[in-house]
């Protein structure tokens, strides 16, 4: 600790509030004749508060006796200036700055009066204070929960993160989030998820009704909050249990909040908290489960409007996607499997196409970007594609006419495509525009990869050159899109040699259940893209 004398620099650490204080505070100090005295200046290390038993108070502490001669040896009185309000932060407890003023001579009374003015002028300011900084934490609290909330998109981990939130925060025994959703026939039914409890605990109990109790939940008319649900006069009316069903969770303290949409006014749900004991729901209690379940309303109204579109985008993908036809002389699997995780669908495709010359083209692609617009985009390149092969053209001319076709398009679309024709006397002619390498395993076991870099996307090239080579009995070819290969957690590199490894162990040939596990192998079952792959095996 350092001294300073009074009337000196300021002392860095201090603002200019507490020094000003510090200064005319010092001026107060005088001895038994009414002189002034001299007076020191000591900041005080923040960790010395606490033997001072600092709490939120007056700006200005006098220590006694004990804590004066503890604190600051040889004083013969002292006052303490706090800079600033002590509160909390993230790691723990924060002490504010503090100073001592300090004589070590005979003094008065006077410095005492002036701590006791001082203390009775901010009293009520530190109230205020106090009471701003406890409401900006529940601000806080609510703002960091609404972050999580809104995050979200799975409507399930959604529900079930939010009933955890508000349970926690209103300090419920348990509770409780009855919500509806709509099937793919469009019919409504409720689910619910309960944070405190196992849903043993209410599985032999049917959903709850529409009774005066739960009605303006249900009804969206407003907060529900009872020191005592069953003396409530709207409690008990109903058949056939007349209140709660015996074997029962206890609920005495009862506190129920509707879940509005802000978008439509429907009601999308409720909270229900319980508590065993009387009066455990206060007003603020009230107000943190509507601030959470305002943010629950946005989030769901974000989810299921996200859900809507994924849905459409998958059934638009689905819909294009051709029967695979069957073909004399090869055994096909092919596969298309819309994301399990994440927003990414409507861009993958295949496509199988018997020619008129007697041959069979092949077709793996991928439009550059997600959702409905790219579903779109997919529809239109595989219609294109399908009808230029159809033409008889080969390889080359088809991708060209294609990507001159997409290059006209209002918005600039850049889509990757493998588009291989196998043709009776065992030739395979092939282009690539912009698309992983197909792979060729030929009957000994040996991996060729074809195509790798041969053009850009369609879209942007305009140049697609042809390369050859033969598919023979018992040699198997191998189309895939992005999605089999590449994730968040995986660069296509580290996937295309994953994908190397599992094809050299494949039986032969190979089955749906066989592509279905090589799938599930190179994505661990939760692909965050689409999945598309065309496997051909060469019977003779």
């Not at 509770?175 to 619910?192: I, R």
Request: glycine share 10%; charged share 20%.
């Amino acid at each position: 600790m350092t001294r300073d004398a009074v009337g000196g620099a300021r002392t860095g650490g201090t603002s200019p509030e507490a020094d000003a204080l510090l200064t005319a505070l010092a001026g107060v100090f005088t001895g038994p004749d009414g002189c002034a005295v001299p007076v020191e200046r000591l900041p005080l290390d923040p960790g010395l508060l606490a033997a001072l038993r600092v709490t939120d108070g007056p700006a200005v502490l006098v220590p006694d006796d004990a804590q004066r001669a503890a604190l600051l040896p040889g004083a013969t009185a002292a006052l303490v200036v706090l800079d600033g309000v002590r509160g909390e932060d993230g790691d723990g407890a924060r002490p504010g700055a503090a100073t001592a003023l300090l004589t070590r001579v005979p003094v008065g009374r006077s410095h005492l009066l002036a701590a006791r003015a001082v203390a009775a002028a901010t009293r009520g300011l530190h109230r205020t204070v106090g009471a701003l900084r406890s409401e900006a934490a529940v601000i806080d609290a609510l703002h960091s929960v609404g972050r999580r909330l809104t995050a979200q998109l799975d409507v399930d981990d959604l529900v079930q993160e939010a009933t955890d939130a508000a349970t926690t925060a209103v300090g419920a025994a348990f509770g409780a989030f009855f919500y509806n959703l709509v099937d793919e026939f469009g019919e409504s039914y409720t689910l619910y998820t309960l944070s405190g409890a196992s849903r043993e605990a209410f599985a032999r109990f049917p959903m709850p009704r529409n009774t005066e109790v739960f009605a303006p939940t249900f009804d969206g008319r407003g907060t529900v909050r009872s020191d005592d649900i069953t003396a409530d006069p709207r409690f008990g009316r109903n058949a056939p249990y007349h209140g709660m069903p015996e074997g029962h969770l206890p609920v005495c303290s009862y506190l129920a909040v509707s879940v509005i949409s802000p978008t439509s006014g429907e009601v999308l749900g409720g909270f229900f908290f319980g508590h065993p004991e009387r009066g455990r729901f206060t007003e603020r209690h009230a107000y943190l489960a509507e601030g959470i379940a305002g943010y629950t309303a946005i989030a769901l109204d974000n989810a299921r409007l996200f859900e809507r579109e994924r849905n459409f985008a998958r059934e638009l993908s689905r819909s294009m996607l051709p029967a695979t036809p069957t073909v004399p002389g090869l055994e096909l699997v092919t596969r298309y499997l819309p994301a399990a995780t994440g927003p990414k669908i409507g861009g993958d495709w295949f496509d199988v196409i018997p020619l008129s010359s007697g041959g069979t083209a092949f077709v793996i692609g991928d439009v550059v970007g997600h959702g409905v617009s790219a579903a779109t985009v997919m529809g239109q390149a595989r219609t294109a594609i399908r009808s230029y092969a159809l033409l008889g053209l080969p390889p080359s001319e088809v991708l060209r006419h294609v990507s001159a076709l997409l290059d006209g398009l209002a918005e600039p679309t850049f889509v990757t495509c493998f588009y291989a024709v196998h043709t009776p006397d065992d030739g395979l002619v092939f282009a690539n525009a912009g698309h992983l390498p197909a792979l060729l395993r030929r009957a000994d076991g040996t991996i060729e990869q074809l195509g790798e870099a041969l053009a850009p996307p369609l879209g942007v090239g305009a140049e697609f050159p042809e390369l050859r080579s033969v598919l023979r009995r018992r040699d198997e070819l191998l189309l895939y899109t992005d999605g089999l290969v590449e994730s968040r957690t995986r660069d296509v590199t580290e996937g295309m040699e994953w994908l190397l490894e599992a094809v050299v162990g494949l039986p032969r040939p190979l089955t749906a259940e066989d592509c279905d596990g090589l799938v599930a192998r190179l994505t661990g079952g939760s692909h965050d893209d689409d999945v598309a792959l065309v496997h051909v095996y060469r019977t003779w």
